[in-house]
């Protein structure tokens, strides 16, 4: 489809423009002007024309203004409704960006179909036709682009009077990441290495060593930041490293090379990223020039997600009108980990093969998310991938009679309404989107700058199949994390109730249901004829008349530090350090309350190293100083500081108590009767039983580990009594119990949280003191297991919930440090420069006290208050 008009025909008329005038968009559309064809919509819907009429009436000459339109309920035509009634005030170009060229297609075609002009301008400016591109420049069409097409260093679009972004709640992926180079160490080894040798400097010979060799599942996995502005010699070989890479790196080097210093790098094995955190839009033309910018959002949230990810002060949110939002269709959420038998995966595949057609999404990479997809495929059932949608469109997957569709991360543009497809799978939780994410989620403890991010990919992905109101779809939930991301009562409430009202019905029964029973209500859903009007609709109304939507914890504090952080992100960008600084350090006092306490630590850490790079006098490095002190404490356990190197003249921080004791431990341990033999033998034996699921082999693997450690480690006696506890002194304690049983529900029982609660206390009282040491957690480690969102309030707030392959990592990372120590440390004879080495080493390993509670904690099973 093109802009082009009628040509070679009778038919002779103005093209440009018409004269009439319309007062909104929606009384353009009922005047019957538009040349709509026999495909078009019937009509309008209530909340559309409610939203269309609203903007007309209020919000015409508003800079920056998200309209809230749920998934499924239409974006696109009021968007294009919107965009064709300004464009006929002849008050210049209107640009319609989507995330993806397939979904720019999908929007030409409604274009057509509701005979409204477009051209579609996608794919490298040189394959623009000529006529297309004229046609938007003279305000003849609506220019249907990408976002890629806006967001590059040399944009070709005219500078348009109006911006429109759809899915604009998936900007940060689309815009964010379009401000720095990532580069995958499996697609590009010699481009990752070549970076790597440029950010020597900012990494220890020990983490060198573990990046450069084979992996291992510590290094493999963890993230960390460096600010590359702190040397400044060594921020020069970045930039020339960079400058060497070829394309598309080049292309994105050129998105940030001015402000390079601004940048935060992320390092892990897998890859590097390097990107401000809030990108710097104001310096594009195209988008910063704009007379108005409108963003099509299926949430508009209040945490401040849409300016951070576009880089805007203030975005104005303009709610539907109507108090109750507008039904996108029903789905059937089912939950294969809750389900009697523990096979998830073959559930799945048996509920696929009902129809043998699904949608599988998946934060994975696209080579393990077509692998899943295959494996959840029956006998000659077709898979498509990534490649197949670019090349063959989404409509030949929907036109399909049977076939399984496979993406990753790509929770939006996908709209496959009807017939076209009733089986959704969400393939683990879609967390960690690039290096930054997952520092933020992993690292940071930032988990709520990220919330509305992550509800917003579960929403949208869920609904890639309810497109209408009559629409209905089955949603398989697979995998533990993402069962576990449901079962936080924090998490549910945050959904609209309708939303509520379905996963809590899924859920419900899902847990504990048998297989075949499973199977049979998807049946009775898919058919959704008289059986399911009278079993399932009146439960899921129940269940929906206790629903009430409530904002997740740190939402309102996040939104209010928004403006400062865009305003400091683009000062830093420019190189006025101590302006940046001083913009971050007025976002602080908002983000305060706990559940943003991991952010404000990152915040604050920013802010010191911005004005140090900015001071003028010993007064202003004083304060950047104390800047990072201030730091370490809002952080808590934020054990990636522990990593970030001093700045200059900064007095030493003293190590918490916990990290003393376990040193000293070691040291002691080294200047001993030394075996290595028997250490090297006692090192592969815990490691082996952490990777076995035999309860007493796993329980002595954890104390062995703890003993690594630097902890007094044991099972303690009696029954009931957690599988290992470890002792720093009186400085911090912990206790761990592992949960390998299986349970028809796989749910937590009540009965293990209350005896979670417990084992602190006890362990207190085998030694004769009154309480255990301050902020000693117990832990729960299990894959399998989550907390039923009635149980999980029950748990105390010192109770969290671990995988196995957290602690695999950790008896990994000690061994690595066991590894270092016997071939260096022993050597060493003073005791102080011992304790000094062994203290760098199990730094660099992650494996002080400190750090360990750290990566043991993620997952705290009280719900955030």
Request: with cysteine; aromatic share 6%.
């Amino acid at each position: 489809m093109t802009g082009r008009h009628l040509t070679g025909m009778a038919f002779l008329g103005k093209t440009k423009r018409a004269d009439q005038q319309f007062s909104s968009p929606e009384e353009l559309y009922l005047s019957g002007t538009l040349p709509r064809t026999t495909a078009a919509v019937d009509s309008l819907w209530l909340h559309q024309g409610d939203v269309i009429r609203a903007y007309a009436e209020d919000h015409q000459n508003t800079p920056d203004l998200a309209l809230e339109l749920p998934t499924g309920t239409g974006k696109t035509l009021p968007g294009l409704l919107t965009g064709e009634w300004v464009r006929r005030m002849a008050e210049g170009p209107v640009i319609y960006a989507t995330p993806t060229k397939q979904l720019a297609r999908q929007v030409a075609a409604t274009a057509e179909r509701e005979g409204i002009p477009g051209a579609l301008l996608i794919g490298g400016v040189k394959h623009w036709d000529p006529a297309d591109r004229a046609s938007v420049e003279g305000g003849e069409a609506i220019g249907i682009t990408t976002y890629s097409a806006i967001f590059n260093s040399r944009p070709k679009l005219p500078e348009p009077r109006l911006l429109l972004f759809d899915d604009a709640h998936a900007g940060e992926q689309f815009v964010g990441n379009e401000y720095g180079i990532s580069i995958r160490r499996h697609d590009d080894e010699d481009a990752y290495l070549q970076v790597l040798e440029a950010l020597k400097p900012f990494v220890s010979g020990l983490l060198l060593q573990r990046l450069t060799g084979n992996p291992d599942p510590g290094a493999h996995h963890q993230v960390r930041l460096i600010i590359p502005a702190v040397n400044e010699a060594a921020l020069t070989s970045l930039d020339a490293a960079l400058a060497r890479l070829p394309n598309p790196h080049s292309y994105k080097l050129a998105m940030i090379r001015s402000g390079l210093p601004a940048c935060c790098v992320y390092l892990s094995y897998g890859g590097i990223q390097i990107r401000p955190m809030i990108p710097p839009t104001y310096e594009n033309h195209v988008f910063a020039r704009a007379k108005q910018r409108i963003y099509l959002s299926a949430t508009l949230g209040s945490g401040g997600e849409l300016e951070r990810a576009f880089g805007r002060r203030e975005i104005i949110r303009m709610p539907l009108p109507t108090k109750t939002p507008p039904r996108s269709g029903r789905r059937l959420f089912i939950f294969p980990d809750l389900v009697k038998g523990g096979d998830a995966a073959g559930l799945t595949k048996q509920i696929i093969g009902l129809t043998d057609k699904a949608l599988v999404l998946s934060q994975e990479t696209v080579a393990k998310t077509e692998s899943a997809a295959k494996a959840l495929a029956g006998p000659g059932v077709p898979v498509m991938g990534r490649d197949d949608l670019e090349e063959q469109g989404l409509e030949s997957f929907a036109k399909a009679s049977v076939g399984l569709l496979s993406l990753a991360n790509r929770y939006d543009g996908l709209d496959l309404p009807g017939n076209a497809c009733r089986i959704v799978v969400l393939g683990g939780k879609p967390d960690a989107v690039g290096l930054q994410e997952r520092f933020l989620s992993e690292r940071a403890e930032a988990h709520a700058a990220l919330a509305e991010r992550l509800r917003t990919r579960i929403v949208q992905g869920a609904g890639r199949c309810t497109r209408g109101p009559n629409d209905y779809a089955v949603v398989v939930v697979l995998g533990s994390d993402i069962m576990r991301y449901f079962s936080r009562p924090e998490n549910l409430k945050a959904l609209e109730p309708e939303l509520q009202a379905e996963v809590e019905f899924g859920w419900q029964n899902s847990k504990g249901a048998d297989p075949d029973a499973v199977v049979e209500n998807v049946s009775t859903f898919l058919e959704h004829g008289a059986d399911w009007r009278a079993q399932g609709e009146p439960m899921v109304a129940e269940f929906r008349r206790d629903a009430v939507k409530v904002e997740a914890p740190g939402t309102d504090a996040l939104g209010n530090a928004a403006a400062l952080e865009v305003e400091a992100w683009q000062l830093a960008f420019g190189g006025d350090w101590t302006g940046a600084s001083m913009k971050l350090q007025e976002a602080v006092p908002h983000v305060g309350p706990a559940a943003t306490r991991g952010y404000r630590g990152l915040l604050l850490y920013i802010a010191g190293v911005w004005l140090h790079l900015g001071a003028r006098d010993e007064t202003q490095r004083s304060r950047a100083r104390k800047l990072i002190r201030d730091a370490a404490l809002a952080a808590n356990r934020g054990a990636w500081l522990n990593e970030m190197p001093e700045l200059p003249g900064a007095e030493e921080v003293p190590s918490v108590s916990e990290d003393v004791v376990a040193v000293n431990e070691v040291v002691a341990r080294l200047r001993g009767q030394l075996g290595p033999k028997r250490i090297n033998t006692d090192m592969t034996e815990m490691q082996e039983a952490l990777d076995q699921d035999e309860a007493k082999r796993y329980e002595r693997g954890l104390t062995t580990l703890g003993s690594f450690l630097g902890a007094d480690a044991s099972k303690p006696k009696g029954q009931g009594r957690c599988d290992s506890a470890w002792l720093w002194g009186t400085a911090m304690w912990m206790t761990i119990e592992a949960k390998s049983e299986p349970h028809d529900d796989g749910l937590l029982p009540l009965k293990d949280v209350r005896q979670t609660n417990t084992q602190l206390d006890q362990l207190a009282a085998d030694r004769g003191m009154s309480h255990p040491p301050a902020g000693s957690p117990a832990i729960i480690v299990s894959d399998k297991l989550s907390v039923d969102p009635q149980h999980a309030s029950a748990a105390n707030p010192n109770v969290y919930l671990a995988s196995t392959r957290v602690v695999r990592e950790v008896a990994s990372d000690a061994a690595m440090v066991w590894a270092d120590l016997l071939a260096t440390a022993v050597g060493l004879t003073s005791e102080s420069a011992q304790k000094q080495h062994v203290r760098s080493v199990m730094t660099e390993n992650g494996c002080l006290p400190s750090q360990v509670i750290d990566r043991l904690t993620q997952n705290r099973i009280r719900p955030e208050e």
